[in-house]
């Protein structure tokens, strides 16, 4: 596990009555699981300095000071230089960057008592009495423990003279806040930890060039990735490239494995593949809890296979790179709920963990997620697998679950009797290819006969439609666009069409994977339905869309690939805008009238603005926006950033802000405009499109499957009640099924848009990470009240 620690303090005993906001940012190890004190094993993850960054920028925007603690815990216990007043400028150009910027160091001492008292009267000589710990579980724990001590180091540093009785009364309590950052996401009570989807990231990377290898040589790879105790990263790579087999430490293979592996080798050959991966958690065990080795699988399949076998080991390389966008928002509101979190902590208030749940950050206890995760290694350990797979969570389940129907199930020989279709609406995202494959061969798993719609309803109106097998969908995970082909043509002009192709090809059941326009256009064939019988079949509509506007669930499939493309084009205009100095980008985003991507991208890049159609500005706003950036100009920082959705305003185009920006800026600051246009659209999938995209798919099979048995009368489908045409979505932490007719009425079909969205909240933290000295207004301060619960007490003066 990673160990990053990030100390914050607020002296509630102010003269002046104000909080006044210390901070120690470091990061290093107490690895409360060895058995010897010299047994260490340090590592980073990336993201860790969004959090970093969310946290003293939150902490002086509340009128505090805030300091780094160099070299982890070893510059606690040492203080003197390792301890340095933080600035907003020496944050900036962080977001982009990889591991963390204010140094590592093992330490020992820190283990000990003595390096306690040491760091404790450090802590007392700065008025510190608050920490925000960003680490793994041992980390956290350490923490905690530091915390449970505190009373008592203070009796003995007074006692011996390192503080005086005045000193340890002001700093007579330690509240602590976590935030977790471990690649392995293995902390029990959050979704994800920081560093987990960059890491995949860098995962995909290598396995998709690897791919491309082992196609062409006709290769069986093994990669080996990282995971001591925890097959997350394993699982999710898997699933997204498909793999042969998946080797993971909380679920061992059956005794007689190395039959089932070679079989299924053999298998994928005889289907027409010319490549087998298998993906090896680096924990990996038997059920009697002897190590499977990469070498091992690739001495197996070489000796009995004979196949041209290579094995790859990831290594440190997962660790490394740059910050997905995900990472980047994740680690920013992570800090700014952990500030807020000691803002409103008391000296009664225990140690809780910044955790995330769905699309919410949340405050959990941190003893009892440390406690959960601690049962997961017991249950491992008493060879208990199923709890311990059950321990990790129901996302967790639900990834194994999935997994094991897409790679372990043969397709049955005997057959359900139903035809159902799939096809893609709208403009291409990336992920769609992901969930037409999982729909294909999880139809086939049920007995299915799968049949492809391409182009759209203009293929499904004119009869372009075919039978589908297993192969054909082989390899579609990691692509992009749409195989299939889609067009955004509405059926309503050709339902009577659309009803032949069904009645000729004895479609029972339809998936519609698409936008905005596969929500409207599904809508149309339920409408259809009174005048159409064989529109009277049970539909399944899968939101994909970059533009993330469908309304019923918070994400679409897509929209996180294009985001990474949005933020990964910012880091590179950012960096030539620090290079010529002096400069301000205006950048357009696509996504309609939804400003989802340019407020995700703003929060992800560090933008000084992002104009949206749901955030209404006028010219003053424009106006102070560029006072702003002339202020900016004059500190160390040289460069500007401004998103604009491409449809916020029809007056206020990039045009038209591009040039107001350049003549107001005149003498202070150049300006460049870039739209980037439908390179938003392209690219490989995300881990997490590929991954959503196959449990989506995945899902909607096994709703059609049962709907279409609950209609079936007389081996006829009749289908027209609400709940027989359903968008399926992600809600929080679910993947729910919505009636398409209840979801209308909570739509804004004039802008394509749901009339609630809950990314809107999260706008206020752009604007306080972008240093806008006006109060927030009470629309926006509602905002942030939601975001962290509670609110701010009226004292704090946010």
């Not at 330490?107 to 040491?118: A, M, S, V």
Request: neutral net charge; contains cysteine.
């Amino acid at each position: 596990a990673a160990f990053f620690l990030l100390c914050l303090s607020v002296n509630f005993n102010d003269p002046g009555g104000k909080y006044v906001f210390i901070g120690l940012c470091a990061h290093g190890e107490i690895d409360i699981y060895q058995e010897k004190a010299n047994d260490f094993s340090l590592s980073l993850c990336t993201g860790m300095n969004a959090a970093v960054r969310a946290v003293v920028r939150v902490g002086i925007f509340t009128g505090a000071k805030v300091y780094f603690v160099h070299e982890g815990y070893q510059g606690l216990v040492d203080g003197g230089d390792n301890i340095q007043e933080a600035t907003w400028e020496r944050v900036s150009m962080m977001l982009q960057l990889g591991g963390t910027v204010i140094g590592s160091a093992r330490c020992q001492d820190f283990r000990t008592r003595e390096g306690r008292l040491k760091a404790a009267r450090n802590l007392v000589k700065r008025g510190i009495t608050n920490l925000c710990v960003i680490g793994g579980d041992g980390s956290l724990t350490g923490a905690n423990t530091f915390q449970a001590e505190w009373s008592s180091l203070l009796v003995e540093l007074v006692k011996t003279g390192g503080v005086t009785a005045e000193e340890a009364k002001n700093s007579s309590h330690l509240n602590i806040v976590g935030m977790v950052g471990s690649i392995d996401n293995d902390f029990c009570g959050t979704d994800m930890t920081i560093g987990t989807d960059s890491a995949l990231h860098r995962i995909m990377e290598i396995v998709d060039a690897i791919t491309t290898t082992a196609q062409s040589h006709q290769r069986t790879f093994v990669l080996e990735v990282m995971g001591r105790h925890c097959g997350y990263l394993a699982l999710i790579t898997a699933l997204a490239c498909g793999a042969d087999w998946v080797f993971i430490p909380e679920s061992p293979p059956e005794d007689d494995w190395e039959e089932h592996l070679c079989r299924r080798l053999i298998e994928t050959r005889g289907r027409g593949s010319r490549l087998n991966i298998i993906i090896v958690a680096e924990g990996a065990i038997t059920k009697q809890g002897q190590p499977i080795t990469s070498e091992d699988i690739k001495n197996l399949v070489v000796k009995r296979l004979g196949y041209d076998t290579r094995v790859t080991i990831l290594g440190h390389v997962q660790r490394g790179g740059t910050p997905s966008a995900f990472d980047r928002i994740l680690g920013s509101r992570m800090g700014v709920e952990a500030v807020m979190a000691l803002l409103e902590g008391t000296p009664d208030t225990p140690a809780c963990v910044v955790s995330l749940s769905g699309n919410q950050a949340v405050r959990l206890p941190l003893m009892e997620c440390v406690q959960v995760t601690k049962d997961v290694t017991t249950a491992m350990n008493e060879r208990r697998f199923d709890d311990a797979v059950k321990l990790r969570g129901r996302s967790f389940q639900n990834n194994w679950n999935v997994y094991k129907l897409l790679a372990h199930v043969r397709p049955p020989s005997t057959k359900s009797g139903y035809n159902l279709a799939v096809m893609n609406v709208g403009a291409p995202a990336s992920g769609m290819n992901a969930a037409v494959r999982a729909a294909v061969r999880i139809g086939l798993i049920h007995g299915h006969k799968m049949l492809a719609v391409h182009d759209g309803f203009d293929g499904l109106a004119h009869g372009q439609v075919e039978e589908i097998g297993w192969g054909g969908v082989g390899g579609w995970t990691g692509l992009g666009g749409s195989k299939l082909g889609t067009k955004r043509t509405l059926p309503k002009k050709y339902l009577e069409e659309i009803s032949a192709t069904i009645s000729s090809f004895n479609i029972h059941g339809l998936i519609i994977i698409g936008g905005f326009e596969a929500f409207t256009g599904s809508l149309e064939l339920v409408e259809g339905r009174g005048k159409y019988e064989e529109l009277c079949i049970p539909v399944c509509v899968i939101p994909a869309t970059v533009s993330n506007n469908v309304p019923g669930s918070d994400f679409s499939i897509g929209a996180d690939t294009a985001l990474n493309t949005i933020t990964t084009t910012c880091d590179r205009i950012k960096q030539s805008a620090a290079g010529t100095k002096r400069r301000v980008f205006i950048i357009e985003t696509m996504g309609g009238y939804c400003g989802y991507l340019a407020t995700m991208a703003g929060l992800a890049s560090g933008a000084d603005a992002a104009y949206i159609f749901e955030d209404p500005f006028t010219i003053r706003d424009l106006q102070v926006n560029v006072e702003h950036l002339c202020e900016k100009m004059k500190t160390t920082v040289k460069r500007g950033l401004v998103l604009r959705n491409e449809k916020c305003n029809e007056n206020y185009t990039t045009d038209f802000i591009f040039n107001l920006y350049s003549e107001e800026g005149k003498g202070i600051f150049e300006s460049r405009k870039n739209v980037l246009g439908h390179m938003q659209q392209g690219g490989t999938p995300t881990p997490f499109d590929r991954n959503f995209g196959t449990k989506m798919g995945a899902k909607s099979v096994a709703w059609l499957t049962g709907k279409i048995k609950e209609y079936s009368r007389h081996g006829r489908i009749f289908a027209n009640t609400a709940d027989s045409a359903c968008l399926l979505g992600m809600r929080r932490r679910s993947l729910v099924f919505q009636p398409l007719a209840e979801l209308e009425e909570q739509t804004d079909f004039e802008h394509r848009l749901p009339k609630q969205q809950w990314w809107l909240k999260l706008r206020p933290i752009l604007k306080i990470l972008a240093k806008y000295k006006a109060d927030l207004d009470t629309s926006e301060k509602a905002h942030l009240e939601h975001i962290t619960h509670k609110g701010v007490p009226a004292e704090a003066n946010i």
